[in-house]
T-cell receptor
Framework: AQKITQTQPGMFVQEKEAVTLDCTYD???????LFWYKQPSSGEMIFLIY??????QNATEGRYSLNFQKARKSANLVISASQLGDSAMYFC??????????????FGTGTKLQVIP | KAGVTQTPRYLIKTRGQQVTLSCSPI?????VSWYQQTPGQGLQFLFE???????NKGNFPGRFSGRQFSNSRSEMNVSTLELGDSALYLC?????????????FGQGTRLTVV
């Protein structure tokens, strides 16, 4: 079963508008971490925001916020006031435990966001 | 505080050769993970090292190996290169092994096998 699902392969947003990138996850762990990364065409994976499974408040980092709905197992990324530099691939990821008790990070397939002037 | 450093940034190798990639984690971080990213397969987990021990391994052939040194720097080795090994190789650094630890990535090494 897919552990991280990003259903939007590509999205467009007008500059200065807000945009929500969807992410659902699947884990049986009680303790896990959810991450969003931005990957521009240069290839570097840039950390944006993190939400721990025990965090009751939604994480925020500047223009980024994570809409965490634990019961629905969703962790959507909201980017407010989009800028042209936000055009990139966005990956949702989860760190949880494998059946052997080790941890690993699993990535979704990504959403390509294009900001239109 | 310096970020995760991967060297080299770009590599071109021929089939059959071997290659070694290096990753220096953030100072104080003891966990290093490696990932392969290709257009067809996306991001796939290779392995994770913590305190010089391989803790977890993905579904890759034995040609892919790695190690971690006492200063937490890690190397990944691929022997007998195949065309399909062409990819962006990313390493991630974490303070420890808790699921709630954040993971920070380096800029990646882009390997091209010809």
């Amino acid at each position: 079963a897919q552990k991280i699902t990003q259903t939007q392969p590509g999205m467009f947003v007008q500059e200065k508008e807000a945009v929500t990138l969807d992410c659902t996850y699947d884990t049986s762990d009680q303790s896990y971490g959810l991450f969003w990364y931005k990957q521009p065409s240069s290839g570097e994976m840039i950390f944006l925001i993190y939400q721990g499974s025990y965090d009751e408040q939604n994480a925020t980092e500047g223009r980024y916020s994570l809409n965490f709905q634990k019961a629905r197992k969703s962790a959507n990324l909201v980017i407010s006031a989009s800028q042209l530099g936000d055009s990139a691939m966005y990956f949702c990821a989860m760190r949880d435990s494998t059946s052997g008790g080790y941890q690993k990070v699993t990535f979704g397939t990504g959403t390509k966001l294009q900001v239109i002037p | 505080k310096a970020g995760v450093t991967q060297t080299p940034r770009y590599l071109i190798k021929t089939r059959g050769q071997q290659v070694t990639l290096s990753c220096s984690p953030i100072s104080g971080h003891r966990s290093v993970s490696w990932y392969q990213q290709t257009p067809g397969q996306g991001l796939q987990f290779l392995f994770e090292y913590f305190s010089e021990t391989q803790r977890n391994k993905g579904n890759f052939p034995g040609r892919f190996s790695g190690r971690q040194f006492s200063n937490s720097r890690s190397e990944m080795n691929v022997s007998t290169l195949e065309l399909g090994d062409s990819a962006l190789y990313l390493c991630a650094s974490s303070p420890g092994q808790s699921n709630t630890n954040e993971a920070f990535f380096g800029q990646g090494t882009r390997l091209t096998v010809v």
